[in-house]
Each structure stands twice: as structure tokens, then as C-alpha cells.
């Protein structure tokens, strides 16, 4: 089975967000599995061509936008362990210092620069000769492949059968434009209706994966029915729901080079399962970064942005309890101001108890995984959450709400005392969250409890391969429903 | 504002750099405000833009609010409203030092909101005023000349970046409707079906204009009134229900002056109001103009304020509609003569029914058939399609008329449940019978009825037609003939007298109850000629009734002679059985008496034991072809027809015998003509008939000879069919023998049962066939076999009446096309 993903960014050439980590992990765990998996992706500014050398010019092709057609070229460069990148370039669009805007916005032509990057991969597929039997795509700004497969390009012998697979990384960005940008993706105005590709009078391009593509998935199976539900579904619950028969949960794995207690450069002493004690070294150097004086008590961490969707009120409300509690805590991230200045004045009230970082900080999030006792994810919502699963191989106990990713990896240790990895909520309230601090504080004074509940989370397994396997029976599926046998 | 004159420069730069910023006017907007309100420390900056179809400020961005909340607020400040009004009338900055104490006149106020001091920079080049610009603050505030320099320097570098997004937008617009009128015009060349055009254009151009509904009328032929084709995004029934007459109203006054309408405000139309109170804001029509004349409207409605038609629109709509009147005007052409082609078929149609109708009649001369074939041609769909058909003969005395058979449907209940069954022949034979009325006899009309039309058609020999019914007529409320006939058959209906030799034996009455197609001259006159045929027929009805009762009495005494003759043939048949037998018979006995006096004394030579037993086999297996064959004649074996190619079949019994003619040093000539047609037969009977004649003839040619076989079709004369001789060179038969060998159990040979010819006769005959011999003693023998392409004829009239079943379906088939 030959495997195209198709992404606005892939690690290691182009990252923004968590979406450029699956995309660069995917193709190579699929390839350890023996799926032939390359990756497709524009060719950015940020594209280091001294570390990821191309012969250019490349494959010459020619996109037609609307009325007219732009001109390009398509680079291979090799992406490691046997993964071929290809490069779809044209200075003109993808030349720029940002990948989706600058600091006053979101560019003015995404619509135009991602419909030329889909339909891009088409003409390159239909002039280079190359097959696939499936297109991963993600996100919005892929969102338009599924929908030339099966229209526009439909009859084209290497996209009869080709099945196709759309992954929602994140629902809060659809790809919303202007309803005159349909024409220049060659679509007929027959398709803009509720039903396909409108979005109350604008065009939506997540919509034209949603309808289109044979299978879709997302980030976690919890997540993947939340989002069916008008809560979480951004005003395309509907279409969701219609879809829920192809909809699947994967959970992301995690790079178990960069995460990794034994071997982790970050942090003061490495430390295994077997071992712990490099795990009392880490702590104490946690709360010395953090100028905490070390009690005894349990540590408590917080990585991540300061708002909403990370459940900022809720911390900004249990604030003054927290303080009241023998802890300490420790927060890292940035957001929204009134979250920063929030925490950082309650950091200021109890200096020897409460302590903040705002910054984004790769070294400290380390150490912070090592240090802590346990790790605070109180999210409104979470398509899969990373630092929880960090926190379990760390042996940091996760108090989480019980939304997406996090009800996937944390089984709550008073409900489950066999397989309990954490301790858990689910009503999105302060009382609940403080109720589950609590009781992690409770198990926490029974040691042998506590050792149990850390073992058990550091022996799950959350490595891409597993997730590769499941991907892959999701290909099979996508291609008996074109019609083939996977 | 506080002095910080040297930073103004850089201040700018930053204004500059993000107002060409290479990202959404809002955005860059936005960033605008948040920068001057963080860096005048004014409390809030907000910018309102001019509606774009008026001189109204309604609020876009501001530096308090996120983007989609600002524009979410629906209030406008009027030109000379508010603060921001005045500036705009003005065209120059207005400050308000304390509104707490000296508000403006006509105060709005969310835009005072709970401020002290604003100030309104307009938005604008030196041309065009695009907004508003606020610079509000909570505490009182003054500004220098400088600074209001450098807010108009400012609201200038905005106004230039609004001008370029507007442009760049109108560019994008103008690309997305082109590309959508090049489409629409491949589009509405691909067919004829104007429905579907027009679907296509009314939805794609709804939703390039973003319109929330849109419909399609076009103006019927004749009478010229507007029928809506197209009617779509109404989601909510009563807006739909109430906008319906409404956009009726509208589309017949666009339809009459033949000028589009544009409804944005009061002073547009008259009807701005009442589309207002539906929930409409704007409405654009349009005629669709052809040559001087309009064929049609078609309407959008918007419902959302964001979503106002403007003369740009109308422009576009109108290169649409001109493209529109031209495939509407070239569909109206192609339905024109679609349905003068369909109007000839009909007629054409009605003449061969008439035919169909009259051989039908000629085809049968039983009179109960000939009267249902009668009856169904008058009501079948694909006859003459009436809905109810009665026939009235005279009675024996001549003083009534009674109703003699009836079809169509009694009630509406029968109407509904549809007419003539479709389907296989027996189908359409059992629905023929179905539809029969029961009890028809009791319909009784004393010819001295005088105000009754039927009795007077007979009396007057004469067609009577009416819509008014009979001076008998009861109203008719909801007539039933089944509970009598007069006065309860409907006003209109047709009664047509038969006629035979000058006198009425007979009426035919005929109606259309229950069916909206009214009675048509051209359907009288059809009658008419139905009438005159149907008494023909009759007449040889009767003719050959009288006939086959006298042909009936000649065959029954026929038949006692024949069984008499069987059982004589009977007789003689079990004695020549009983001769075969014997025979066969005694040499079993013999032999089987050697094998047991061996078996008791003992003294049994295996070697002579074998061959007695091979002797009584082969006699048995002779017993046994007696056997078979004799059975033959006492049961009555049907052929199973299959379509079969002869010259195979010869080809394949001929193999047969290639051992035993090369023994008997027999020359095989074949003379298989390749234009042989394809039969139907019995294919096992046809291969026992060639067995026979082959063995017939090796066994006449012992020694040696030539045996001949040719095929080839039947000539015109012959009938349609095939024919195959088989010739030997055998001497022939003596000429005292030759009548006898078709019978059982003659044979001149050893060997034969005599039941080798009898079959052949037999099989020839059952499949409709004819055998012949030509004898040439002294030489040899000919058989001449004809077989028919079909063993036997089916009868002519059912052929007709599934002909005009079929004639039907085409009917109904024509009716599906919109006319």
C-alpha cells in the first residue's frame, strides 16, 4: 500500500503547532510498519535547503485557479528513514517570512495559496506518473483533495479507487472565506450548499474534507464524539454526525527521543521505571529553577497556554484554595493577559508556595515532566493533549478533565483502583477540579498506592507504531469503500 | 493626548506598515485602533465605515471589541447624527472636549457610550469618504494641531488601505462572476430541457449573489400568465406561503414593463413595505427579454442585512437573462414542434387503430368474442380510449333494447384502480374478461322510450351525440348504470346504431365518464367507421354460427364411424403384435430351456451358456423396441419445441452411421443447403425421424449403394418452412406393397419392428409437417419431408389485440412528455 500525507506543515521542515509533529512522525512509523508512506507539503522560506538538499528545478506543473493558471514546481528531498518529502514550490505564495500570516493576521490570499498547494498535488499525482492508493490529508488547508478526488478529478485513472483519509487536528480553525473564492477552486457553485461547502454564506474548506473523504479522523475517540455534539462542534456537529459511521479516533503517539526519562538532556538525572531515584533529583532541581523552598509536599505542574481552551478561569478560580493546600505549584505558558496577570499576582501573594513562569520554554516543560508529582490539565476541551501522556511516562500522576485525549489516556485511580494512571473530572467546575486535587493529595500520603498509580502510567505504551497499525487498518477501510481490497 | 511629538514619525511608520500589511482589512483595522488607543492612551478607538448604500456609519472595528463583535452591532450613525455624523457631513475632524456637559445634537448613544472627550477624524481621500474614525477617552482630553495632524495622516493611510481592499475585493468578484457566466453559459448549451436550465441558472447566480431565494416564472403560451418553474430557499413555510403572492404581484409588474426592479428602500416601490413585514431586504427582479418581449421573471430575495442587491448586480443579472431568453426562446421552438410531431403521431394512430380494430373483428367468427374484441377496441387506450363502452341489441321481439356486454369503469373507486391490464397475453385476456360488466341483461330500453337518445339512434338508424343528456336525465349527481340505465349515465355521450342489411339490430353507446378528455368530433366520426365494421362482423358471425352448428352435426356422426374403425385397427394391431412377439418369444423360450437342462445334468459348457444368454439378450432388446415403439402410438407425446438448426441435426444422426455404411460399402452424398432457416421443432423427435429414414434406407441398399440427402427451404408454394429428402438406391418398393408402409408393423424385412415409418409419419404430422414418397421400382426410394417454420399457427386475432396492447403503452408513453 503506497501512502501520500499531505500537510501545511511537517517536522522537521516547517512546524506551528502539534499537526507538523504528526505529520513528520506519521509516514515514519508507517514505513517501521512496511506502508510506503512519502509526505507532500508547500515549500517554505523556512524550508532549509542546506540541511534538506533538492536537486530544482523540479517537476514542472501548472494549477489552474479560476480563470487563469499559476505555474510551479514540485521538489523531492529525502525525508529520513526511507520517507520521501516532496516540495510543492511557487515563491509567489509560499516565499514568506510566516506560513499562514504575520503578527497582524492571517494572509489576505490563504485561500488562494492552499487551493493552489491541493490542487497542486492533483496535477503533480495526474502529469508525474506516481500512484497512490491513498491521501492522508489534515486539516483545512487539505481539506480540498478528498473533493478533487471525487469530483474534478474523478475520472482520472490514478485517482480511480484512490481512497482518501482526512484527519481534523483542530476543529476551531475551518478555513473560512469568502463565498467569491469558490470559483477559483474549480468547484461548481452546485456544491456550495449547507449540505457541502457553505458555511452560512462563506465558503468552508474543512467542510469539503468532512464530506468528501472516505474516512475521517481525529485526534482521540472521546474527541471524535464530542465534536458530533453542538458544544464542541464548532457549528459542524451536523455534518459530523452524518459522518459518524467513517468518523475514528487515534490517539497521537509521542517521539520517544525527545520524551524519554532516560535519556532525557533536559533534566538534572535521568530515571526508568525501575529506577526513581533520578526522579527526586529532578524535583529539587524543578523547585530550585523555580525558587520554591522543598517541604516534602507534592509538586504540582502546569504546562500550556493561559486560556480558555486550557481551562485558565478555572485555575484563575481555585487560585486561593490552591495556595491553601500543601503544595507546590509551578506554572509554565503564556496567553491571554488577564490569565497572565491573574497567575502572576497569585504567584506574588504566595511566593514560597505558587511560582509562574510566562514564557514558552522547551527546557523547563522537561523539567517540569520530570519534577513534578503530578501535572494539572483542567481543558475546556483537548482533540488529544500531549502533556499528559509526557506526565504518565514521567511518572507524573495527571489530574485531568475527562474530555477528549485526556479521557483516553487517563483512567482515574478511585474509580479504577487496579488500573487507575490519574485522577480525573468531568464537570468543567471549580469544585470538581478541587475535588480531584484532593484526592490526589489523599492517595499521594499512601506511598505504596501512589508508587502503584505511577508504575502503571509509565507502562503504557504510546508510541507511534501503535498508532501507525491503526492508521493503517483506517486505509483498508478507506480503500474497500472505493471499492478495492486493501 | 500626551506630547510624545517624537515618536509621531515612528508612530506613523507603524501605521504605515500595518495598513499594507498583507492580511484582511478588518485585521489590519483592528491593529490600527489597538496601536493608536495604546499609544494616545485614548480608551477606546473605533471606526465606522459608510454603509455602502447609503451615507449611514455603521460601527466596523474598534479597538474595545473583538472583530466579529463589532460587527455584530447593529446601530448606524445617520449623516449629521451623533459625532461621527458631523464629521462625515463636514468632511473634516469634529471634537467634542466634554459631551457629559455640551452633547451633540441628535446624540447617539452608543457612541457616547460613558465617555468625556471624542473626537471624529473622517475616513477619507480626496474624493470618497470611506468612514469614521473615533478617538474616545474617558477622561477629558485636548489635542494640538500636531496631533490632529497625525490623526488625519492616520485616517488618510487607513482610508487609502480601505480603497485598496475594496479594489482588490471588486477584483476578486468581478474574476468569481465571470468565471460563473462563462460556466453558465456551457451549461445551458448542453440540453434542451429548459426545467433543467433554468434550476442551474436560478440556483448558481442565488448563490454568487448570496441571495437567500430565488424564482423563476415563465410566461405560459396564450394566455400569457406566470407559472413558476423554479422556487427555492424558503425554509420557513410561512414566508414562503405569504411571499408567493407577493412575488407574483411583483413578477407580473416587472413581466409588463419589462424593466428590472430594485428594491432596497421605500422609495423603490410601493411594495417595500409589505416585503419589508415579510422579512425581506432586498429584492431584485428581472424580465427576461427576448425580441422586444418579455418570457418570464426571475426574482431574488435576500433576508440578511449583510446582503443588499445594487445595480452591479443587476448589470450581471442582465447578461445572465439575456443569455437565459435565448435558450427559453430556442426550448419554447423545439416544444412547438415536439408537439406537432406529437399531434401527427396521434392521427396517425387513430387510423391504424381503426385497421388493428378491423382485422381484429375479421379475425374471430365467435360472436361472444367478436363482442368483447368489439368492446375492448372501444375502451382500450391504445383502441379508441373511450372510458365506458355498452352494447344494445334488439330483443327477439323488437320491442327493446337489451343490454347485451359492457366495460369501463361502473364508479370512480374502479376509475382509480386504472383501465386495461398491462402485461403477458393471458393477462391482458383475463383483464378483457374482468372488466366485463355481470348482469348487463337487466339494462332494458323499450324502444317506445321516445325521450331516450338510444332508442331514438336506432329508431333514426342515425349517430346521436350529446352533451345535455336526455329529456330522461336525472341531473346525473352521481350517476350509476347499475341501477338501470336511463337516468344515470352522464350528459355527455355518444350513441351509434348498428346497422346490418338497413336494419338496427343494435346500438353502441360510449362515454368519458370519470375522465377529464371530453368527446371530439374526430372521435364520432372514428366511431362511425368502428360501427360499420363491427356490423360486418357480426353479420359473418352469424353467417358462420349457423354454419359450424350444421358442420357440427356432420363431425359427430363422423365420429362414431371413426371409433368404430379404431377398434377394428385395434384388433388388428395386438395380432400383429402378437406375431412380432412370437417370434422373439419362442427363440428366448428355446435357449432358455437349453441354459436350465445344462444347469440341472451337470454338464454345463460356460462357453455355449455365454452365448445362449447373448442370444436372449438381443432378443429382449428387440422385445423391447417392439415394445417402445408400440407405445409410441398409444400415448400422445407432446413436442417440446427448441429453435434447431436441421442441417446439424442431419449432420449429427449421419455420424452415426458412418461405421455401418463403410461395412455395407455405402456412399453418403450430402446436399445441406446453407440457407436453411432455423425451425421449430422437437429436436429428439426430429433426430428419431432421421434415424428411421437413414436405417430405412441402409437396410433397403444391402451389398452396397448411395444414400442422398439434401436439404433446402420450402418454396413460396410450399408454405414457410424447410424440406429434406432422403433417397436410397435400394431397388425401390414393389409397387402392391408401397400404400401399406406407413402402417404399423408392415415390413418387408427381417429385421424391422414395421413401427419405423408409422413414428416418422406420426412426428411429421404432429409438428404440422407433410411426408412424401417417390417410388422408382427397380432402382430406389425418395422421402420428401416438409417441416413449417412453426409447428403451429397461433390465432390471428389475439396476435392483433397484443399488437394494440402494445399500441396502447406507446400512447400512455407519448402522454409522459410535458406537452
Known sequence: MKVLLASSEIVPYAKTGGLADVAGALPKALRRIGVEADCIMPLYRTVDRGQFPYAGPGFPIRVPLGHREEAGTVEETDGGDGVRAFLIRNDRYFDREFLYGNKDGDYVDNCERFTF???????WILRSGRSYDIIHCNDWQTALIPAYVKTLYAAGAAFRGMGTVFTVHNLGYQGLFWNHDLPMTGLGWDLFTPQRLEFYGKLNLMKAGLVFADILTTVSATYSREIQTPEYGYGLEGVLYERREDLYGIVNGIDDEEWHPATDRFIAENFSAGDLRGKAACRRDLLAEFGLPDEGVPVLGFIGRLNAQKGSDLLDQIGVWLAGQRLRVVFLGSGERRYEESMEALGRKHPDRIAIR??????????????ADMFLMPSRYEPCGLNQIYSLKYGTVPIVRETGGLADTVTDADADPAGGTGFTFRRYDAEDLKDAIARALAAYADRPRWEAIVQRGMALDFSWDASAREYASLYGKALRKRGRTG | MTERADNRFSHLARVVEISNSNVQIENRLKHICDFLSRETEADCVCIYRRDGHGDDLAPWVSSCVEIEECTRMDFVVRPEEGIAGKAARKRAPVFYPDVKTSPPSLA?????????????????????????MNVSTLRPASYSAEDMAFLSAVATEVAGAVRNSRLYNDARKRVSELITLNEIGRAITTTFEVNDILGYVATTTSRLLSADGVTVRLATEGRGALKSMVDEGYDHPVFRRESRALGKQLAVQIHHEMRPLLVNAPEDSPFHAALARRGVVSFLGLPILSKGRSLGVISYYSASPRVRFDTEMVHLMETVCSQLANVVENAIVFQRAQRLAQENQVK????STLYDVARALMSTVKTDRLLQVMLYAL???????????????????????????????????????????EGAPDAMEEGVRGMLWPGIETLRIPLATTHCLVARAV??????RTETGCGGTAGGAVPDVRAGFCGNHPDSFVVVPLVIKGEARGAIYVDNQFRERPIADEDIQVLTMFASKACLAMENASLYESLERALHDVRSTQDRLVQSEKLMALGEMAAKIAHEIKNPLTVIGGFARRIARAAGGGASDPHSTARYAQIILKEVQRLERIVQQTLYFSREVVPALRSVDLNSEVRDVLAMFREEMEEARITTVSDLSPAIPVISVDPDQLRQVLWNLFSNAVQAMEGSGILTIATRPARPDEGAGVVFQVS?????????????????????KSKGTGLGLPIVH?????HGGTIHLDNREGQGVTFSVFLPLFPKETGAGDRILEQMRKGGANESGIKAHPG
Open chain 1, 117 to 123: 498547494f491541493c490542487r497542486g498535488v492533483m496535477e
Open chain 1, 358 to 371: 510566562v514564557a514558552y520554554d522547551n527546557a523547563l516543560a522537561h523539567k517540569i515532566e520530570a519534577g
Open chain 2, 108 to 132: 447617539v448613544p452608543r457612541e457616547l457610550r460613558e465617555f468625556t472627550s471624542i473626537l471624529s477624524v473622517p475616513v477619507m481621500d480626496d474624493v470618497y469618504l470611506y468612514g469614521v
Open chain 2, 348 to 351: 396517425v394512430q387513430r387510423i
Open chain 2, 379 to 421: 375502451v382500450s387506450p391504445g383502441g379508441l380510449n373511450f372510458s365506458r363502452a355498452i352494447l344494445f341489441l334488439l330483443a327477439e321481439d323488437g320491442q327493446a333494447l337489451v343490454g347485451r356486454m359492457a366495460m369501463g369503469p361502473r364508479d370512480r373507486e374502479e376509475a382509480l384502480r386504472g383501465g386495461p391490464a
Open chain 2, 459 to 464: 329508431l333514426d338508424k342515425r349517430a346521436v
Open chain 2, 728 to 748: 436410397d438406391t435400394g431397388g425401390g418398393i414393389p409397387h402392391d406393397v408401397v400404400h401399406n408402409i406407413f402402417n404399423p408393423f408392415f415390413t418387408t
Open chain 2, 762 to 766: 406420426a412426428i411429421v404430422e404432429k
